[in-house]
């Protein structure tokens, strides 16, 4: 620690920046939170979770959870997959399975999640980015290649969300 007396000894008001400036500095080190929240945490918020491990993980720490669990959706596995993006050992979870996790932001995936929202106690800031849902939209199709690309046009949408990320959150503080 610096010492302010004497000869050759930093001033007050100068370690009292320097002070300052070392909070500001671990401040910038700290990872920002996010839980992807959807109904049954078994595609769009998944693909999310992915997404933002693989193009923000220097700056976000990131969590997906459900309203419900249902299970991981196979094709949101496969089409990650094709982009380099393996979420195959992801596990479908509720909030109440991410206990004493102080979140920034919450960002809810689909209207039901938006709508059902658990209260986040503290800072959290809940933020709605509404995706299609893809086991909706492809449900009437009969081949599984346009099963295949409702789940594509959709992942590439949450990649362009998360590009986006952190500065889209910040913005509308």
């Not at 070392?22 to 992915?50: P, V, W, Y």
């Not at 380099?84 to 999640?113: N, Q």
């Not at 106690?121 to 409702?150: Q, W």
């Amino acid at each position: 620690m610096p010492q302010t007396a004497g000869r050759g000894m930093l001033p007050p008001e100068i370690i009292s920046e320097l002070s300052q400036l070392d909070g500001r500095c671990s401040t910038m080190n700290h990872k920002m939170k996010i839980l992807f929240l959807c109904t049954g945490n078994s595609c769009r918020s998944q693909m999310a979770e992915g997404w933002t491990r693989k193009l923000k993980d220097d700056q976000m720490e990131v969590y997906s959870a459900g309203i419900e669990t249902h299970g991981l959706n196979p094709y949101a596995v496969k089409v990650m997959a094709e982009e380099g993006v393996d979420i195959s050992l992801h596990r479908s979870k509720t909030v109440r399975d991410l206990p004493g996790i102080e979140f920034d932001y919450v960002i809810t995936v689909c209207g039901h999640a938006n709508e059902t929202c658990p209260f986040f106690p503290g800072k959290t800031k809940k933020v709605h980015v509404g995706f299609d849902d893809p086991p909706k939209l492809a449900e009437n199709l009969s081949t599984e290649e346009e099963k295949l690309e409702c789940y594509r046009r959709v992942r590439d949408e949450i990649r362009a969300y998360v590009e986006t990320l952190p500065e889209a959150l910040l913005k509308n503080q």
